[in-house]
C-alpha cells in the first residue's frame, strides 16, 4: 500500500480531470420520483459521482486478485487509521473514547434509538433535516419531535428556546442532531453545539450527533465534534456516527462507526450488534476503509477544491431569483427557488421537465423545506455548468 503522510503528496498519479460517474438511478426510479426519466441530469443522491480515489481502486483491485474471501478479523490498524486522519485533519485525537463498526449510519441510529429511548417516546430532530431520521424514528415505535431550524438574512440557525421547551417534555428522551447539517450545510459552531449539549443534558435527552459528513468542511472553517463539547457537560448522554462513507464516497463498499465516551453506550451498542450478528467483516470494506484514510489525502484536498469551485460557479451563476444557501459544509447546495412562485409538488415537476434535473425537492426534509430543492455538486465542474445553464434556460422560458 502506497502509505500517505496526511499531510503529503500520496497516489502519484491522481487522475488530472475529474471523471464523472453518473448517480446511479434506473429510470423506473427516476419516472416515479420526478415524473420523466427523459433527459434528465440526476444530482439528487448525496454522494459524489466522480471516481473514488485511486489509492482504494487499487487496493481493492488487489484484494479481488486474492481470490480469498472468507472470514476476516479486523484488524486495529482500521481504527487507528480513522483516529489518525481524525486528528490530522479536526485536531481530534479520540482520547478516552470509544470506537465500534457499524454496517451503516442508519443501524447505528436504529440500535441507538431502540437501546436508549422507550416506545412512544419524542426523538427530536431539527427539520428540514435529513429524511431517514424520520423514518428511523417512525420505523421503530417512538415520536417525532420537530425543532424546526430557523432562517434569516444570515442563514439557519437552531431555535435554541424552541429546543428547550422540546427537550423539557419528559417524554422525550432523545435528539438526533445533524452535524454538519445535511441539507442546509450548516457547520455547526462552539457555542450552538454546547447549548445543545447543556439543552439536553438538563432534561435527560441523550444525543446522537450524526457526524458522517465531518471532513466536508468549507471556506476554511473547522469541524467542531460534539465529544469536544459533550465532555465538559456533566451528564450529557451521547454517540456519534462517523466513517469513510461521504468523505471518499465509498456507501457502496465500507462500514461505519459509533463514537462513544461512556462504557454503557458502547457496551449496550456492542451487546445488541452482537446479538443481531452486526459484527460481520467484508473483506472489501476492511480494505477500502483502511486504504482511503491512509492514502487519500491528496485525492481528498483535490476533493474539497472542486466542491469550493462548484459552489463559486453556483453563486456567481444561478439566475435570478434562485438562491443560493451558502453552504459551510457538506457537498450539497441548498437552493432558494422560493421565487418562482411553484407549489410544493409542482416544484420537482418543474425541475424536472423545465430544467431537466432530478433535485431532492425540499420538502422531502421537512415542510420547512418547501420551495426549496438539494443539489448534489460532488461532481466535475462541467456538470455543475450544465445544471446552471438548464436552470437559466427554464428561467428564462417561464
Ligand atoms: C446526515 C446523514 N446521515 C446518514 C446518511 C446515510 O448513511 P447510511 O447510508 O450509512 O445509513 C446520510 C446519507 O446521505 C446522511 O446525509
Not at 453506550?265 to 467483516?281: K, M
Not at 480494505?287 to 472542486?306: I, K, M, P, V
Request: with cysteine; glycine share 10%.
Amino acid at each position: 500500500m502506497n502509505v500517505e503522510s496526511n499531510h503529503g503528496t500520496g497516489s502519484p498519479n491522481p487522475p488530472r480531470r475529474w471523471l464523472p460517474r453518473p448517480q446511479a438511478t434506473d429510470p423506473e426510479t427516476l419516472d416515479r420520483l420526478f415524473g420523466t426519466s427523459e433527459n434528465l441530469l440526476p444530482l439528487w443522491i448525496a454522494e459524489p459521482s466522480v471516481e473514488a480515489p485511486p489509492g482504494v481502486v487499487e487496493a481493492l483491485a488487489e484484494r479481488v486478485a486474492d481470490h480469498h474471501y472468507g472470514y476476516e478479523v479486523r484488524p486495529e490498524t482500521t481504527l487507528e487509521a480513522f483516529w489518525a486522519w481524525m486528528a490530522d485533519r479536526h485536531g481530534w485525537s479520540g482520547e478516552d473514547l470509544r470506537t465500534v463498526v457499524s454496517p451503516s449510519v442508519g443501524t447505528s441510529i436504529g440500535v441507538l434509538i431502540e437501546q436508549f429511548t422507550e416506545p412512544g417516546q419524542g426523538v427530536i430532530i431539527q427539520p428540514p433535516v435529513f429524511t431517514d431520521f424520520k423514518t428511523l424514528i417512525r420505523d421503530a415505535g417512538r415520536r417525532v419531535v420537530a425543532s424546526p431550524l430557523e432562517l434569516d438574512v444570515e442563514g439557519y440557525r437552531m431555535d435554541l428556546a424552541d429546543l428547550e421547551v422540546r427537550a423539557a417534555d419528559p417524554d422525550t428522551t432523545m435528539m438526533i442532531l445533524c452535524s454538519p447539517h445535511n441539507p442546509v450545510g450548516r457547520v455547526w459552531s462552539e457555542p450552538e453545539l454546547r447549548a445543545v449539549a447543556e439543552i439536553c443534558a438538563r432534561h435527560g435527552v441523550f444525543v446522537i450527533a450524526d457526524e458522517i459528513h465531518a471532513d466536508l468542511i468549507l471556506g476554511g472553517r473547522r469541524f467542531v465534534p460534539f465529544a469536544g463539547v459533550a465532555t465538559g457537560v456533566p451528564a450529557c448522554r451521547w454517540a456519534a456516527t462517523h466513517g469513510p462513507i461521504k468523505t471518499f464516497g465509498l456507501a457502496g463498499v465500507c462500514d461505519t462507526l459509533v463514537v462513544a465516551a461512556e462504557d454503557e453506550v458502547i457496551g449496550r451498542f456492542e451487546a445488541r450488534s452482537s446479538q443481531l450478528h452486526l459484527t460481520r467483516n467484508n473483506v472489501f470494506s476492511l480494505t477500502a476503509f483502511e486504504t482511503a484514510y491512509l492514502t487519500a489525502s491528496r485525492w481528498f484536498a483535490r476533493f474539497l477544491a472542486l466542491i469550493e469551485e462548484n459552489v463559486e460557479a453556483l453563486r456567481s451563476g444561478l439566475p435570478d431569483p434562485i438562491g443560493l444557501i451558502e453552504p459551510e459544509g457538506t457537498y450539497l447546495a441548498w437552493l432558494d427557488l422560493r421565487g418562482l412562485d411553484l407549489g410544493v409538488r409542482e416544484l420537482p415537476g418543474w425541475l424536472a421537465t423545465e430544467a431537466g434535473l432530478a433535485l431532492s425537492p425540499g420538502h422531502w426534509f421537512g415542510r420547512q423545506g418547501a420551495g426549496f430543492a438539494r443539489m448534489t455538486i460532488a461532481v466535475p465542474p462541467e456538470i455543475v455548468g450544465e445544471a446552471v445553464s438548464r436552470l437559466t434556460g427554464a428561467v428564462a422560458r417561464r
